[in-house]
């Protein structure tokens, strides 16, 4: 749902991890994927994408069709565990 975008700070990472070290910036947008191709995405207007944008919560991931995150609220059995999606890493 837009309007939901959070920004932070890394305060711990995992020994797996390579791309964050702790007190880099983050941020989780609405949006973490879009065809990239289309006029919009060309322009620069991912949330307009021709192919619809990939959605931080309950969208469709365009590269293995999983569900992204569980929108707020949605817990029990059906609830999938946290994704994370980096621009431009499938």
Do not use: K, W
């Amino acid at each position: 749902m837009p309007g939901h975008e959070f920004t932070g700070v890394v305060t711990e990472a995992g020994p797996a991890v390579t791309r964050f070290t702790v007190g880099d910036p983050v941020a989780v947008g609405n949006i973490v994927d879009s065809c990239g191709e289309c006029a919009m995405c060309r322009a620069g207007q991912e949330n307009f994408c021709h192919a619809f944008p990939t959605l931080t919560y309950d969208g469709i991931d365009r590269h293995d069709g999983s569900t992204t995150l569980p929108a707020a609220g949605r817990q029990g059995r059906d609830a999938q565990p946290p994704r994370i999606h980096h621009r431009g890493d499938h």
